[in-house]
Structure formats: structure tokens, C-alpha cells
């Protein structure tokens, strides 16, 4: 099967610049899941939906970072205005997760490396 | 929220050796542990992952342990290979919402 797709895999640009990250997951995944992963550091959760709606958003800096899923299917990761410390990899991942207890694999995309100078 | 604890920051082990990883969670309602294996520049991969109801699982050459009572749990890698060298992360999850809160990152380096 496909796994989950991500775009670009690259992106430099200067502070206070925006810039927006794209996520097609696994066809059939209800839930969605955007990460930041810090060099040396593991992945820390900015956002979850499950289909359109978000389940989790308490670690997004929501002064200048935003997402969103509005067909339950592709998301967009939007960060405006870029700072130095956004400088991370951005993970997306998909799930099968309906809620409701039971666990499935968190599959992840291969990521898009942000440098903010 | 949830905390998780993983030590330690770097392994280095001769091929052939076992490794094993340490992590502890703060949430008694955690039920699910995942490990994830990351190669440099490459995308977290499941390993192998274990629920709250069960103390030990295995696959292969890889084992993974639950204690509830003292929470924590590790992963144990036997017979060590060069191809085993990468970043391992646990995580641990609670609640309905699936949300995975990740350690801090494992180095693991098999030596030949």
C-alpha cells in the first residue's frame, strides 16, 4: 500500500517568512497527525485530527501556527511568521484510530526538513 | 500530561551483544507503548509495541517488557547486528485520543 505522503521534503527561509507543509495520508486513516522533531529530540505532537476535526491541538503555538483538514483526507501545516526555533523536522503520520481505546500503528511520512535562517 | 523518561541517551554494544533501553511514563492510564526505530534522515518506523494488559511480548530477536505497578517498560535487542544501529524512541499513550508522547531518543551503535 501507498504510505504517507509529504511535501516538500525541504524548505529553507528566513524568519518571519511563511510557509506551508502538505499531507496526504494513508487512504482509509481517520486520524492525522502532525509532529515536530528537534535534532536530537523525539517527535512531539502539534496537532491531531480525526477526520476533519481536531482531537488535540495543546502543544500548537497557535499565534503562528495553524493546520488544518477540511475534506478529512489532506492536510496543510501553515507556520506565519516563521522564527529560528521552528527550525525542526515535520512529521506527519496516519492511523486507522477511531477513538474509542483500541491502538493502531502511527504510520509516518517521510518528513519535511525545515531551516529557518 | 504525560511524561516519558528513556535512558539511555547512547548505547554502544559489540555485534553479537544484547541491548536493552529504559523508559518511564508518569500517567497510570497510559495503556499503550510503542517503540520506534529512526535511521539517520529517515521516517520513525514501529518496531514492535505492547498494551497495558500484557507483560511481555517478542519478535524475533526483539522483546519489549511492561512492569504497571512500577511503570516503566524497555526493549531488549538479542544477538545485536551492525543493521541494528540506529535511534530507538519508546512512547507511551493514554486516554482515548491515541496521542503518543515520545521519549527522548535512544543511540544505539553495534560495533563489529
Known amino acids: 500500500e501507498a504510505g504517507v505522503a509529504q511535501s516538500p521534503r525541504y524548505k529553507i527561509i528566513e524568519k518571519r517568512q511563511s510557509v506551508a507543509f502538505w499531507c496526504n495520508p494513508i487512504s482509509g486513516h481517520a486520524t492525522l497527525y502532525w509532529y515536530q522533531q528537534i535534532l536530537g529530540q523525539g517527535p512531539k505532537l502539534l496537532i491531531q485530527f480525526q477526520n476533519n476535526g481536531v482531537v488535540d491541538d495543546s502543544q500548537l503555538p497557535k499565534d503562528r501556527f495553524s493546520a488544518e483538514r477540511l475534506k478529512g483526507v489532506d492536510s496543510t501545516l501553515k507556520i506565519q511568521p516563521a522564527k529560528l526555533e521552528d527550525s525542526a523536522v515535520y512529521l506527519c503520520?496516519?492511523?486507522?484510530?477511531?477513538?474509542?481505546?483500541?491502538?493502531?500503528?502511527?504510520?509516518f511520512g517521510p518528513g519535511t526538513r525545515l531551516t529557518v535562517t | 500530561g504525560e511524561n516519558v523518561e528513556q535512558h539511555p541517551s547512547t548505547l554502544s554494544v559489540q555485534e553479537g551483544d544484547s541491548a536493552v533501553i529504559k523508559c518511564t511514563y508518569s500517567d497510570s492510564a497510559s495503556n499503550y507503548f510503542p517503540w520506534y526505530k529512526q535511521e539517520l534522515g529517515k521516517r520513525p518506523q514501529l518496531i514492535i509495541d505492547i498494551r497495558s494488559n500484557v507483560g511481555e511480548k517478542k519478535d524475533q530477536r526483539i522483546a519489549v517488557t511492561l512492569n504497571k505497578t512500577a511503570k516503566h517498560f524497555s526493549l531488549h535487542i538479542t544477538e545485536t547486528q551492525p543493521e541494528d544501529s540506529a535511534v530507538y524512541f519508546c512512547a507511551a499513550t493514554t486516554g482515548t485520543a491515541s496521542k503518543l508522547t515520545f521519549g527522548t531518543g535512544t543511540r544505539l551503535q553495534v560495533t563489529l
Open positions: 503520520a496516519s492511523s486507522l484510530d477511531l477513538g474509542g481505546g483500541r491502538r493502531y500503528e502511527q504510520y
